[in-house]
């Protein structure tokens, strides 16, 4: 079973960007859709952006236009790029894929928090 691991995550202030990564411990090209997750203090795990193989990419109303999907078939790679950050975009996120979630996994997730 592939394995993903999250970073990039920081403390940044309102109006910053960052990068998130996801590298798999194996080939993601056989997981059709992955996509980003977060999960705020108190909330429910919420799905911010999706992105299938060949590049279609859908995004949770509240980060479109700020937030762009990305990924590395090659490299085994998923990326997120957050621009504009907001309080409300704090939140531990986590990368995963359709299947892997079919089978329970999650991954550790990495810490994003935005200060005003």
């Known amino acids: 079973q592939v394995q993903l691991v999250e970073s990039g995550g920081g403390l940044v202030q309102a109006g910053e960007s960052l990068r998130l990564s996801c590298a798999a411990s194996?080939?993601?090209?056989?997981?059709?859709?992955m996509g980003w997750y977060r999960q705020a203090p108190g909330k429910q795990r919420a799905l911010v952006a999706i992105?299938?193989?060949?590049?279609?990419?859908n995004y949770a109303d509240s980060v479109k236009g700020r937030f762009t999907i990305s990924r590395d078939n090659a490299a085994n790679t998923l990326y997120l790029q957050m621009n504009s950050l907001k309080p409300e975009d704090t939140a531990v996120y986590y990368c995963n894929a359709d299947r892997l979630i079919a089978l329970g996994y999650w991954g550790q997730g990495t810490q994003v928090t935005v200060s005003s």
């Open positions: 194996g080939s993601i090209f056989s997981l059709n859709v």
């Open positions: 992105i299938t193989r060949d590049g279609s990419t």
